[in-house]
């Protein structure tokens, strides 16, 4: 059975508040925080420039602030429940968020509650805050800095059960698990071995091919996490005409 992987966000998805907007507005300069705002929302400015900028008018020691987020700031109803609930059912739980480390890990601490982090970290300087960039400066579909990189990570964590059929060589029909074993579980794809091929060659996806009836998805959503597991960053390419 594949083990699943569930992905979360923290700010204003874990928690009921947006933490980075509440400390931003409350700590920080508000004349700036409302500047860099609104040049998000009217697409003029980028998220990393946007945190950066809003961040290095923080001047309050951590502690200080910290001491006031666990006061504050609140959990949503059945968070705890749902991280057990995935525990206890083998899931990997993860927590992906633009926020810091510094800030997330006390409130995490405060619910009782041990996950995996993913976040950037905070230098809190008395001269202004400076923010740690943890994932890479640029994402190749949006162009900012953002946490796709590390959530297609998670979209290849995984396991996959193959059934490959070969008109050609029949003995070697059978399904075969990521590792190349063969496997007497449910398969998750059915296909022909050329089929396979095109995606290991990588000039079609499984995506590609499901539309083009060149597979059949077993289990629902399999096809997506084929493409995860095999996917690339380039395409194939060919010097030489033959």
Known sequence: MTRRTLVVDFDGTVTQEDLLDEIASRFGDPV??????????????????????????????????????????RIRPGFRELVELAQARGWRFVIVSSGFHELIEPILEREGVSVELHANRVDPRPDGWRVLWQYDQSCEFCGESCKRSIVQEFAGDGELVLEVSDELCPWNAYRFALDGSTTKAAPDLRLEVDALGSVYLGGFTFADLARAGRIEEVTPGAVARADALFRTDRKPWCPEIF
């Open 32 to 73: 700036v925080y409302k500047a860099v705002d609104e040049g998000l929302d009217e697409g003029r400015i980028a998220l990393r420039e946007v945190i950066t900028r809003e961040f290095e008018p923080v001047r309050k020691p951590l502690e200080e602030i910290v001491g006031w987020e666990l006061e504050n700031v």
